[in-house]
């Protein structure tokens, strides 16, 4: 049996709660799992269509995490043949008592941004002493590996094992249709599916199309999601001029999504360190590399896992505009972005949730 702590799992939304959910489903391929989450208003259908079972954990935030703490220990003391505890952030072990952590392998992923406090911080002396109790500390990417060692864990405790992903679903011709229809004429397609916050370098990306406007003036730029940078980068769109070749969509639906990221030519995300936010891998490179789709992602953060620069994609400076439009004028050259999605989609096979799963296996 495996058993799983996290604070973010399905159905809620984001990237730590798709990595828990998928890791879940992977895992109960290869035995019984049992997952202990946060209470969320919308899971009880979710859950009962899950091959493994799932206990939430309501109440007050502040004493939660001490009410599902002591379910864990409750379930690990009384059942045998558990053959890991699963934790998706140091705060999800921090509580868990170090006898059981000794007595099963536990593994604590890390993500970027939730170790990155200043050495000898308050933070950062919690999750050293949180992560000391896990047998090994799983890294997204070889980015966080080296971040981590900079904030002191120990090298020997890292592994690096990047998220997996599935191979995606057929998608039907109407909704092919539908997204071939948003995108009507435009040359070249290009497209953003991500969170709109600062770290995630789409400023710099808006700036930079101006010049790319002058020629490529039937360009299309459809950036996919939400969040508190929306109305900034909106507003950065009108005052360029470019509100005709920039289209802000809030929310799809996955098959939609996925049928967008198939007809782009272009996947941008030139992320960058805002304070000590940073982007620890991005999952939405593989997603627009399983359909072609070249990626243009930033030297800072996990991306460099992902995208291999001159071949499946380019690496750039996020905060650098000219950079940024310097790498989509190379890759809209002789169509060089067709050679390159060809490339990233062979390339991200490797990431493929069958292969990913056997490494965490193999340290278990």
Known sequence: MFVIVTRNFPPSIGGM????????????????????ADADDESDDFDKKQPYSIER???????????????????????????????????????????????????????GKEINHTKGSLSNTRMLSSLKKATYVIANSEFTRKLAISKGVKANKIKVINPGIFPPKKISKKIITKAANIFGKSSPKLISVTRLVKRKGLHSVILSLKNLQAMY????????????????????????????????LEKTSV??????????????????????????????????????????????????????????????????????????????KKELYKKMGVAAQAYSKNFLWKIQIKKYLKLI
């Open 255 to 332: 098959e939609l999504k996925n049928a967008l990221l198939s007809e782009s030519d272009i996947f941008l995300m030139p992320s960058i360190q805002d304070g000590a936010s940073v982007e620890g891998f991005g999952i939405s490179f593989l997603e627009a590399s399983m359909f072609k789709t070249a990626c243009i992602g930033g030297k800072i953060g996990g991306a460099s896992d992902i995208i291999k620069h001159g071949v499946t994609g380019f690496l750039c400076d996020g905060e650098d505009q000219a950079d940024i439009y310097d790498s989509l004028v190379m890759m809209m």
């Open 217 to 248: 003036p039937n360009f299309l730029y459809v950036i996919l999601g939400s969040g508190e940078q929306a109305d900034q980068l909106q507003s950065l769109t009108n005052n360029m001029g470019l509100e005709n070749n920039i289209l802000f």
């Open 57 to 111: 954990i309501g109440g007050i935030k502040l004493l939660q995490k001490y009410r599902k703490n002591n379910q864990v220990e409750l379930f690990c003391s009384g059942h045998k043949g558990i053959r890991a505890i699963i934790s998706d952030h140091w705060k999800s072990i921090e509580k868990i008592s170090h006898n059981i952590c000794a007595q099963i392998p536990t593994l604590c992923l890390i993500h």
């Open 17 to 36: 709660q798709s990595l828990m959910g998928d890791l879940a489903l992977n895992f109960s391929e290869h035995g019984p799992v049992k997952v202990f």
